[in-house]
């Protein structure tokens, strides 16, 4: 099941869940946007703002960033990130098994390979009580039993951050 919204502070979201239950899903999602200022929108309301994108993940400690970036893209990737926890690999939607086999050929079963939504256009977050109540959200659905993945264009100001950190 998808469902789409509103954040609290206007950002696009996207929950995906796997439910044996669809109305007891929909309800609590329902009652998680709506209690915490949120709003349910109908299928495809916040989907133009995120595009498609496979995602493979990897541990660092399996290459060097320079390594995975190489077999990545010459396995048909279109992007590699890597930080001091993950390689994190972008393809197109249709590629991503093709890439998945590729890298697990070479470095073993990944972390995560998966379809994700990739958002285009960000909402940014300038004020602490925003970005307070909308981690507090996002957390409320990451909390529901059914809820596999939340998805949100809300970008949280590095000023922000900080602060909300000193506490």
């Keep these: ?4 919204g509103f954040a609290p502070n206007k950002a696009a979201v996207i929950v995906e ?8 899903t ?21 989907a133009f703002n995120f595009e498609r994108i496979g995602y493979i993940a990897y ?14 893209l010459e396995a048909g990737a279109n992007d590699v990130a890597s930080d001091e926890e993950l390689h994190e690999i972008e393809t197109l939607p249709d590629d ?6 590729a890298l ?7 972390s995560a390979s998966r379809l994700d939504w990739k958002p285009t256009v960000k909402v940014e977050i300038n004020d ?12 409320a659905l990451e909390d529901d039993d059914d809820v596999q993945h939340v998805y949100h264009n809300a970008e949280i100001s590095e000023a922000v951050l900080a602060e909300m950190n000193k506490e």
């Design 1 to 4: 099941m998808r469902y789409e």
């Design 17 to 24: 869940a796997l439910t044996d239950n669809k109305n007891r």
């Design 26 to 46: 929909a309800g609590n999602v329902r009652t998680i946007f709506g209690k915490r200022g949120g709003a349910m929108g109908e299928t495809g309301s916040v």
């Design 59 to 72: 541990p660092t400690n399996v290459a060097s960033a320079d390594e995975m970036f190489e077999n990545a």
């Design 96 to 101: 991503l098994f093709a890439v998945t086999e």
């Design 104 to 110: 697990e050929k070479k470095f073993g079963t990944p």
């Design 128 to 139: 602490m009580e925003t970005a307070q109540k909308f981690l507090d959200f996002i957390d």
